[in-house]
């Protein structure tokens, strides 16, 4: 590290650990940014960003404030969804004479649910290096919060504005069996929180990640049937960005024990314990025995 970059490391053997390093020329570095912290970056991003001749950004008025807080100045190049074609065109002639550049968004990592898919696909197809920089996500952020046990996430990102689309959007992802990742504006959370009601069971957990790692961060769990309330009883919540998650569809075998047992319960206030577990045994297609042991559980509770 020469004498005019910001030392961020005081420590030196990770000074060390970064000079062994490559960081090579007429290369792409998709650099993920903090999400809110100022100090969620990690020290490779910072070095990175330190040996970048240039930093393409989603809005370069935010990203000079961003590199202005860790002593970092860097020639700007707008690169957002309305002229990543252009940019590209302009980055790709940039990596052509052997330059560095760094491809960050406003916030998190590019090209999820932010402008520079277009831009990495581009550099790709032009034959240049691209190396990702990773760090912070919101949606891995809120997942790692969650409790949810699911194997899987499914990452919906924005819903459609207009509401009909966003009901048939909601309900083709009702039968998936992973968690469901939303991202959310403050302006449009009451709609969207009460699209997810209507089209989802509302017996389904979601959690409501608000103002990840900032002073206001908020982060809360409950049933769908509950959201609308909770969002209701502060009018904050209408403030913020959101990452929600709503938890995914009971698996097939689960969905149908649980049918079952509704069934079971029904049939138990109106008749004897053999009588109902019959029934239920000749509606859903579970076995009687069990169905007849767990009325009598049913019935002791």
Same mark, same amino acid.
């Given at each position: 590290?020469?004498?005019?970059?910001?030392?961020?490391?005081?420590?030196?053997?990770?000074?060390?650990?970064?000079?062994?390093?490559?960081?090579?020329?007429?290369?792409?570095?998709?650099?993920?940014?903090p999400i809110?912290?100022? @100090?969620?970056?990690?020290?490779?991003?910072?070095?990175?960003?330190?040996?970048?001749?240039?930093?393409?950004?989603?809005?370069?008025?935010?990203?000079?404030?961003?590199?202005?807080?860790?002593?970092?100045?860097?020639?700007?190049?707008?690169?957002?969804?309305?002229?990543?074609?252009?940019?590209?065109?302009?980055?790709?002639?940039?990596? @052509?004479?052997?330059?560095?550049?760094?491809?960050?968004s406003d916030?998190?990592?590019?090209?999820?649910?932010?402008?520079?898919?277009?831009?990495?696909?581009?550099?790709?197809?032009?034959?240049?290096k691209i190396?990702?920089?990773?760090?912070?996500?919101?949606?891995?952020?809120?997942?790692?919060?969650?409790?949810?046990?699911?194997?899987?996430?499914?990452?919906?990102?924005?819903?459609?504005?207009?509401?009909?689309?966003?009901? @048939?959007? !909601?309900?083709?992802?009702?039968?998936?069996?992973?968690?469901?990742?939303?991202?959310?504006?403050?302006?449009? !959370?009451?709609?969207?929180?009460?699209?997810?009601?209507?089209?989802?069971?509302?017996?389904?957990?979601?959690?409501?990640?608000?103002?990840?790692?900032?002073?206001?961060?908020?982060?809360?769990?409950?049933?769908?049937?509950?959201?609308?309330?909770? !969002?209701?009883?502060?009018?904050?919540?209408?403030?913020?960005?959101?990452?929600?998650?709503?938890?995914?569809?009971?698996?097939?075998?689960?969905?149908?024990?649980?049918?079952?047992?509704?069934?079971?319960? !029904?049939?138990?206030?109106?008749?004897?314990?053999?009588?109902?577990?019959?029934?239920?045994?000749?509606?859903?297609?579970?076995?009687?025995?069990?169905?007849?042991?767990?009325?009598?559980?049913?019935?002791?509770?």
């Amino acid at each position: 590290m020469n004498s005019s970059e910001p030392n961020f490391l005081p420590d030196l053997p990770l000074q060390d650990e970064l000079s062994r390093q490559a960081f090579p020329l007429s290369a792409l570095y998709v650099v993920a940014t903090p999400i809110g912290n100022i @100090a969620d970056i990690s020290l490779r991003a910072l070095k990175v960003l330190t040996l970048a001749d240039a930093v393409a950004c989603e809005d370069t008025r935010n990203t000079a404030l961003l590199l202005q807080r860790y002593g970092i100045s860097k020639p700007l190049i707008a690169a957002h969804e309305h002229n990543e074609r252009e940019a590209a065109e302009g980055l790709i002639a940039r990596l @052509a004479a052997g330059a560095r550049i760094a491809l960050v968004s406003d916030a998190g990592t590019p090209g999820v649910s932010d402008p520079g898919a277009r831009i990495v696909d581009a550099v790709r197809d032009a034959g240049y290096k691209i190396v990702p920089v990773p760090g912070a996500s919101a949606a891995v952020t809120a997942l790692s919060v969650s409790g949810f046990l699911h194997a899987h996430f499914y990452f919906a990102g924005f819903l459609p504005a207009k509401a009909k689309q966003r009901d @048939a959007a !909601i309900s083709a992802l009702r039968p998936i069996e992973a968690t469901l990742v939303f991202y959310e504006a403050p302006h449009r !959370i009451v709609e969207t929180v009460e699209a997810l009601a209507d089209n989802l069971e509302p017996t389904r957990q979601v959690v409501f990640a608000r103002e990840l790692t900032k002073l206001f961060e908020e982060i809360h769990r409950c049933s769908l049937a509950e959201a609308g309330a909770w !969002i209701a009883a502060d009018p904050h919540r209408q403030k913020g960005e959101y990452v929600v998650l709503v938890e995914g569809a009971a698996a097939q075998g689960e969905a149908d024990a649980a049918d079952a047992e509704r069934i079971l319960k !029904i049939l138990l206030a109106e008749c004897p314990v053999k009588q109902a577990a019959s029934l239920a045994a000749q509606i859903t297609g579970q076995k009687k025995n069990a169905l007849y042991e767990r009325a009598l559980q049913l019935k002791d509770e």
